[in-house]
């Protein structure tokens, strides 16, 4: 995976908005392209990690009341601890 700050306060606006359902996602630290370059993979401060479509975050940046909350609910279910 490729470290990148690509759309990086719409991943970090993502984030503070899937802390609503998933309390234990920690905050950001840097994130990466994932594999299948459609996607983020965010490395967060408490040994976790979420997957955020790129499309997605770059919604965030430009029309953040375009994402509905079952979009985020989505994204908030891919943390999982390192």
Do not use: C, W
């Amino acid at each position: 995976m490729t470290e990148t700050t690509k759309y990086r306060r719409g991943v970090q606006g993502i984030l503070s908005r899937a802390k609503r359902y998933r309390r234990e996602i920690g905050n950001y630290e840097k994130h990466f392209i994932g594999n299948s370059a459609l996607d983020f993979v965010v490395s967060l401060s408490n040994n976790g990690r979420l997957n955020i479509p790129i499309e997605i975050a770059h919604d965030q940046e430009t029309q953040p009341s375009s994402i509905a909350e079952n979009i985020i609910r989505e994204i908030a279910d891919t943390f999982k601890r390192t």
